[in-house]
């Protein structure tokens, strides 16, 4: 089966840089994502990483180590806004390419 | 682009009622996921549809579920009958990709 691990919770001041680690169980990796999904909103795509390494978009970035099943996202220079729910998913071809979700990561910004 | 659209946005319904909900994916996406959200369990997976073909209803809790894609605009997720513990939001999202999925805005049920 397919399993997922990242903290509940994470608290950080406005201005600093924080990061949210997701470790995975999958019988057919095929990729890992992250989502963010403000309180009343629908889950929103920010960041694929299909291959090991790096990748930025802006002030969020994520990276992957497929042979560590570990992956990152890092927020820097955090906002207010950014106060919401993280989720890692991974892409997973075992049942047909579908995508399973970590339980999130509840983060907060304090100014 | 008018992106994933659920309908309706809110449904309150009695136990025992069938509840229907519905999604059309984004044009030109051949994938389509059906998730319910709640507190205690979170972001899970129901069934997965690939070219309007079920291809994992692995997640769907039992046979008060169903769903369907006649075509490639349109899936409907039913319950019958619905019960308190049925009561989440309910999300369609769609994907061309496979690697950047698009969530509608849910559907929040509850069930009295």
């Known amino acids: 089966g397919q399993s997922l691990e990242q903290p509940s919770e994470v608290t950080a001041v406005e201005g600093a840089i924080v990061q949210i680690n997701c470790t995975y169980q999958t019988s057919g990796f095929y990729g890992l994502s992250w989502y963010q999904q403000h309180d009343g909103g629908a889950p929103t795509f920010l960041s694929y990483n299909g291959l090991d390494g790096l990748e930025e978009t802006g002030r969020f970035s994520s990276f992957l180590s497929r042979s560590d099943s570990y992956g990152y996202l890092l927020l820097q220079e955090l906002q207010m806004k950014d106060s919401a729910s993280y989720f890692c998913a991974v892409r997973d071809h075992g049942g047909g390419f579908k995508t399973i979700f970590g339980a999130g990561t509840r983060l907060f910004v304090k100014a | 682009d008018a992106g994933v659209i659920q309908s309706p946005r809110h449904e309150v319904t009695e136990m025992g009622q069938e509840v229907t909900l519905r999604c059309k994916p984004i044009?030109?996406?051949?994938?389509l996921f059906w998730y319910r959200q709640t507190m205690m369990r979170g972001l899970e997976l129901l069934i997965y549809?690939?070219?309007?073909?079920?291809?994992?209803d692995s997640g769907m809790p039992e046979d008060r579920f169903s769903a369907k894609m006649p075509n490639a605009s349109f899936s409907t997720l039913k319950i019958q009958p619905s019960e308190p513990r049925d009561s989440a939001v309910y999300f369609c999202?769609?994907?061309?990709?496979?690697?950047?999925?698009?969530f509608g805005q849910g559907t929040r049920l509850t069930v009295v």
């Open positions: 549809f690939n070219n309007n073909v079920p291809i994992d």
């Open positions: 999202a769609s994907t061309r990709t496979e690697t950047k999925a698009f």
């Open positions: 044009s030109g996406h051949n994938s």
